[in-house]
């Protein structure tokens, strides 16, 4: 039997020691789950895969004879962390069970991605970002039933913020009390940016939130980059992880597998594909340029040119002008009164481009009605 023992090393290791009920309540998050399968070692990810449809228990004696003689340390490290996260259960049998599988309009000014990395690292010190985190993160944590916080709650908002969009705002209202507190001590720390509209306010998430399950793991299991893209738009990515070939799969035709190699290409349909499932270009080009091979990541650019325009060249086939008729409306009485027509139209779906400096705004043809009677009525 695995013997589990749990240091607190990273945020996964305080996953790890929560109480059986609490760690179950939080497999309920999807976040969570997807969370704790990026975490995992890689062979104990090629387990949860390869057990995920059995319902039958698995004998660790059967498990064993899947790795050769060399493999078996890596087997016992990745068995064990599947038990203490719970992933696998051991039952009288000796076996493991794997575990069952787990927008708005903003017409404000919001900061921009650089705006937003200026504001974030002006929150730290200029030793490393991810270990000051990890330390702050980790002592909150700890000290959150002292504040009269579950501390499994607030595992699961941290893990659910980092898989937020940067850059993006949602709605505050959306919160409940505590993770509206836990917000505003996240804000001191540069992980998010709040923002106050005219009747609601938002959060932004910065790429401190956005890499929060990454910077929490311990920095030794980070990997290095591994993907390689040419000229003529061929992809060559050196992992044996499933997840990373499934990610390929979203934008790029994967042509071969070896072991330990994914060999495919960029095409106009691979790319039409991801667009038509909401990936954007930048989102594609960041990940390619994030996770580049080292041999070619200090190259500038580290994904070639005629690569990443065609890429953005592609999204804009699949966005192009479309006439909506509309109506302009200016010479607004005063402001108060402009800023009640522009909310007016806002709320009812209706408007489309406003500019409050010099009190304009355009609505669209099928609300022309409603706005001329909502402004005749503000005379």
Known sequence: MPQVRIIAKNFMDMVAALPELKLDKLYENTFICEAVL????????????????????????????????????????????????????ETTESGALPREPMPSNITVRLPTLEELD?????????????????????????????????????ISFLLELSFHATGQAYNLNTLIDVQMHTLKDLADLGLVKLQQGRKESWFIPTKLATNLSMSLTDSSARKEG???????????????????SEILRLFARVEYQLPNLIVGAIT?????????NGITAEQIISFLQQNAHPRVAERTPSVPENVTDQIRLWETDLNRVEITPAHFYDEFLSKDVFEGASDYARENGGLLWEDSKKMRLVVNAEMHAQMREYLRRQK
Do not use: C
């Open 38 to 89: 990026r975490s995992l070692p890689p062979l104990a990810k090629k387990y949860v895969l390869q057990l995920l449809f059995i319902d039958a228990p698995v004998t660790a004696k059967s498990m064993e004879e899947w790795v050769l003689a060399d493999g078996l340390s890596k087997h016992r490290v990745a068995i064990d962390r599947l038990i203490q996260l719970r992933v696998f259960l």
């Open 118 to 154: 200026v504001y974030a690292l002006e929150q730290w010190e200029l030793m490393d970002t991810n270990a000051q985190l990890w330390y702050i993160m980790r002592e909150y944590i700890s000290n959150s039933e002292d504040r009269g916080e579950d501390p499994a709650d607030l």
């Open 226 to 244: 591994f993907v390689v893209v040419e000229t003529n738009f061929r992809l060559y990515a050196y992992s044996t992880s499933k997840l990373h």
């Open 268 to 276: 106009k349909e691979s790319l039409y594909n991801a667009f038509e």
